[in-house]
């Protein structure tokens, strides 16, 4: 969530250090309220795995693997690298 508020306020130094004007940041703010989202979803997605966790292990139940953690974490990576290149392309 931190990342997403940084992210859309980044817009105005990445502006001053390339001269956009605020019309051609590229709707850094959307992106930045996009990851914001995305953390407000991990972090509600990781207290419902928790408790389903819990309760399997109280209940002496085998774990289920899930892809999904690993496909969420892949899309939040790829989506921050992709971020961070447009920043730096910007800065030329």
Same mark, same amino acid.
């Not at 990342?3 to 817009?11: D, H, K, L």
């Not at 990445?14 to 972090?43: C, D, P, Q, Y």
């Given at each position: 969530?931190?990342?997403?508020?940084?992210?859309?306020?980044?817009?105005?130094?990445?502006?001053?250090?390339?001269?956009?004007?605020?019309?051609?940041?590229?709707?850094?703010?959307?992106? *930045?309220?996009?990851?914001?989202? /995305? #953390?407000? &979803?991990?972090? @509600?997605?990781?207290?419902? !795995?928790?408790?389903?966790?819990?309760?399997?292990?109280?209940?002496?139940?085998?774990?289920?693997?899930?892809?999904?953690?690993?496909?969420? *974490?892949?899309?939040?990576?790829? /989506? #921050?690298? &992709?971020?961070? @290149?447009?920043?730096?392309? !910007?800065?030329?």
């Amino acid at each position: 969530m931190t990342f997403g508020f940084v992210i859309a306020r980044i817009g105005v130094w990445v502006r001053l250090l390339s001269g956009m004007t605020k019309a051609s940041t590229g709707g850094i703010a959307w992106i *930045g309220a996009a990851f914001l989202a /995305l #953390g407000v &979803a991990s972090s @509600a997605l990781g207290v419902r !795995r928790f408790v389903v966790n819990r309760r399997a292990i109280i209940a002496g139940v085998e774990l289920s693997g899930d892809r999904f953690v690993v496909v969420f *974490g892949t899309v939040v990576t790829v /989506l #921050g690298a &992709a971020l961070g @290149a447009y920043v730096l392309s !910007r800065l030329e």
